[in-house]
T-cell receptor, first 113, second 112 residues
Framework: DAGVIQSPRHEVTEMGQEVTLRCKPI?????LFWYRQTMMRGLELLIY????????DSGMPEDRFSAKMPNASFSTLKIQPSEPRDSAVYFC???????????FGSGTRLTVV | KNQVEQSPQSLIILEGKNCTLQ??????????LRWYKQDTGRGPVSLTI?????NTKSNGRYTATLDADTKQSSLHITASQLSDSASYIC???????????FGGGTRLMVKP
């Protein structure tokens, strides 16, 4: 298995532009999580899905952020419009649930200028 | 509020030496505790997972301990190598394991 696959690895965009981050979880994993990591705040949960359904989106910072999971093998995190304070590394992770291991993707480093 | 505190924030040791990283948590109801290693520019990778009944678990040169009474965990690295240079993150799960609370991490640098 190739693990959790995220794209792009790096994204540089101008303030106000729309940004879409993509994630392909491990096949068979029922849970998918989106995290944001910054030096100041560490890893923060943004939203997670169970069987493609959003369960908890309380970590989504603002209405500018939205996430979808149209099927079991694909999820997107969209920021519209983007702002410089959104600059961070965004990680996707998946798990079978319970005490099972989480597998993280390599992350997308987003820079908004 | 669920919290995970790690210490020290950063650590520099010489290659070949041992070190111990600490993690204190106030997460309830406790499900399990995980230690992750995160290399620069990569996602976190799991080192160990411990449930309430486990006191110690090893993964090669990494040994994690858990004291559920005092809500403390440690990660001991033996005979450190240059490749151990990374951030080590303590993560505690509540509610059957699907909700994670992350510590701020300890940044370890191993020097030759």
């Amino acid at each position: 298995d190739a693990g959790v696959i995220q794209s792009p690895r790096h994204e540089v965009t101008e303030m106000g532009q729309e940004v879409t981050l993509r994630c392909k979880p491990i096949s068979g994993h029922d849970y998918l999580f989106w995290y944001r990591q910054t030096m100041m705040r560490g890893l923060e949960l943004l939203i997670y899905f169970n069987n493609n359904v959003p369960i908890d989106d309380s970590g989504m910072p603002e209405d500018r952020f939205s996430a979808k999971m149209p099927n079991a093998s694909f999820s997107t995190l969209k920021i519209q419009p983007s702002e410089p304070r959104d600059s961070a590394v965004y990680f996707c992770a998946s798990t079978m649930g319970g005490a099972g291991g989480y597998t993280f993707g390599s992350g997308t480093r987003l820079t908004v200028v | 509020k669920n919290q995970v505190e790690q210490s020290p924030q950063s650590l520099i040791i010489l290659e070949g030496k041992n070190c111990t990283l600490q993690c204190n948590y106030t997460v309830s109801p406790f499900s399990n505790l995980r230690w992750y290693k995160q290399d620069t520019g990569r996602g976190p990778v799991s080192l160990t997972i411990m449930t309430f009944s486990e006191n110690t678990k090893s993964n090669g040169r990494y040994t994690a301990t858990l004291d559920a009474d005092t809500k403390q965990s440690s990660l001991h690295i033996t005979a450190s190598q240059l490749s151990d240079s990374a951030s080590y993150i303590c993560v505690v799960s509540a509610n059957a394991g699907n909700m994670l609370t992350f510590g701020g991490g300890t940044r370890l640098m191993v020097k030759p």
